[in-house]
């Protein structure tokens, strides 16, 4: 599978905009009222070069991979689901031709895939922008409420017109990217809250929309060849309560050999070079809810997929984060030699068996 289009120039594209953002806005300070202090500058250039440190983590980072070694069970989660063995195989990244521990979503931005592994320099990198972009925006209106107050006075004892543009341009660019990347940064530290991935998020989202197309048929769906499969809801299974949810990740990145956690490996988790010790096995085992039977699999099966794949209300498909639907769909466990006949069956071909039998 090829890499997403203009891919490239995505990491190039982004360091444009911390260019711009960063470093135009201090040599336009330098020029205005109030004039930028040594030690607004000092303040400004340090969160800037955290966001250039966790970016750069974030992007050039290893996702890692699968375990070969490893066997599968119900509490485990490969690419945002729970899975068999013969399915790990088959739910591969869709631009990097493997398996990734507990996969968010492939972040086009960075380039990278955001998982167990890049997870936490992802965040950081979040929290650095959200930070900077803030202090930015504060420094921007300080100018701009000096521009309003003096309105009324000659305009040669103003900026010029180019220092005006530059301003604006500053102003708008900087508060479009702080809006989205805050956005973005609130519903990360919600997925924490109720433990669910990007992708988790939008498997949810399809079973709650068949579970409504369910009711208004009387409990079923209309899989491929007109077949009648019933529909049950099925609860997310790692949703544990919002502070175990959070306390397993902290947990998981932070606790000492002794069991217990200080406050300096909290404050840690700020700091830029915060080493990737994040060990695989951690993101191979979670705790589940118990809401349903152990033999149930995430996500719940989707009879309707193949004829037609669902996208959410923002009309996303589930390769638009990263998955390979032709392998989720039609592949089959190609490195596992004993894999049973009918897992590189398509369910419309095995839904067409049963409605025969």
Partial sequence: M?????????????????????????????????????????????????????????????????????????????????????EVVARSRRWCRKCIPKMDHHCPWTANCVS??????????????????????????????????????????????????????????????????????????????????????????????????????????????????????????YDVGIWQNYWDVWKKAWLTKDGWMDALQVLSWFWPFAATVLPIENALDYPVNGFEEPSLDWPPPDPEREDKPWTNAEGERLGDFGVDEDEELYGGAEEDDDANDDDDVPLSELLRRRGEE
Wanted: hydrophobic letters at 45%; proline letters at 7%; aromatic letters at 14%.
């Fill in 116 to 237: 167990h592994m890049t997870f936490p320099h992802f965040m950081r990198f979040l929290f650095y922008a959200v930070a900077a972009m803030t202090y930015l925006e504060y420094m921007l209106y300080l100018r701009g409420a000096v521009i309003w107050a003096n309105r009324h006075l000659p305009s040669y004892l103003g900026p010029s017109a180019t220092q005006l543009i530059h301003l604006f341009v500053l102003t708008v660019t900087n508060s479009f990217t702080l809006f989205a990347v805050a956005a973005m940064f609130a519903r990360s530290i919600w997925s924490l809250a109720v433990n669910t991935t990007t992708i988790e998020g939008w498997e949810i989202d399809r079973h709650h929309a068949l579970l409504r197309r369910a009711r208004i048929l009387g409990g079923y769906v209309y899989g491929p060849g007109g077949v009648e499969v019933p529909i049950t809801r099925q609860e997310f299974p």
């Fill in 2 to 86: 090829p890499s997403p289009p203009n891919s490239k120039l995505f990491i190039p594209g982004v360091s444009l905009l911390i260019v711009f953002l960063a470093y135009s806005s201090q040599h336009l300070f330098l020029q205005l009222e109030p004039v930028l202090e040594p030690r607004s500058q000092v303040k400004f250039n340090l969160l800037v070069l955290c966001i250039w440190i966790c970016y750069y983590r974030a992007c050039f980072t290893d996702p890692g991979r699968i375990p070969k070694d490893w066997t599968a069970h119900a509490a485990a989660r490969v690419n945002g689901e729970a899975t068999n063995k013969d």
